[in-house]
């Protein structure tokens, strides 16, 4: 129970509270228990408002870590033999389609082109035409002939296994770095005795 105040102050003039009558008492007890809950949601708002940025802080991490995912993904995309040809021969740009009819690569994708009887030839990155909004394959660092790939035993011993569907995700990011270096080193050894 509420104790009752000596006074009460409404609209600026002071009353007593023993000269109050029973009635007016009542409200003024009415009153303080209303205050006391207002206090109290109060409190809550500011507990539920600290909650709330924490929660919003941890989304935006997820949210980046998400983003990063997305643009870290890293595939295996087996092509034939001619266009691998093709391509090393005059590295650039292309249309994604003319080497998977994949819709599912989005733009930072990174595919790592693997030829059967071969190896790995080079890697390169999905990058969206402005003009057209086409997904096109950006060689990154193409062998400079077929000769230079990266064959099944030297990825065994990246800890790699090649691939064994047209297209197929490849997991982990400290092999794909280390899988990305080698064919960087592998692209141009000719340039790599300046």
Avoid at 18 to 38: G, P
Avoid at 133 to 147: E, H, I, K, N, Y
Wanted: hydrophobic share 35%; net charge positive; glycine share 6%.
């Amino acid at each position: 129970m509420f104790k009752l105040p000596k006074s009460v102050v409404l609209e600026g003039r002071k009353y007593p509270t023993w000269t109050l009558s029973q009635r007016a008492r009542e409200q003024l007890v009415n009153l303080q228990h209303v205050d006391a809950h207002i206090q109290e949601i109060h409190q809550r708002l500011g507990y539920y408002s600290g909650v709330r940025a924490l929660c919003e802080q941890n989304l935006k991490a997820e949210l980046h870590e998400y983003e990063t995912g997305l643009k870290s993904r890293c595939y295996w995309q087996i092509v034939s033999r001619t266009w691998a040809e093709e391509q090393c021969i005059e590295p650039g740009i292309c249309r994604l389609r003319s080497i998977s009819s994949e819709s599912r690569y989005r733009d930072g994708d990174r595919l790592v082109i693997y030829v059967k009887g071969c190896g790995a030839v080079g890697w390169g990155e999905v990058v969206l035409d402005t003009h057209s909004t086409q997904r096109l394959f950006a060689w990154r660092s193409p062998v400079s002939d077929l000769g230079h790939a990266l064959t099944p035993k030297m990825l065994f011993r990246l800890g790699l296994r090649h691939p064994t569907r047209k297209s197929q995700q490849l997991a982990d990011q400290s092999k794909v770095t280390a899988l990305c270096e080698h064919l960087n080193s592998a692209a141009r050894p000719d340039e790599s005795s300046d």
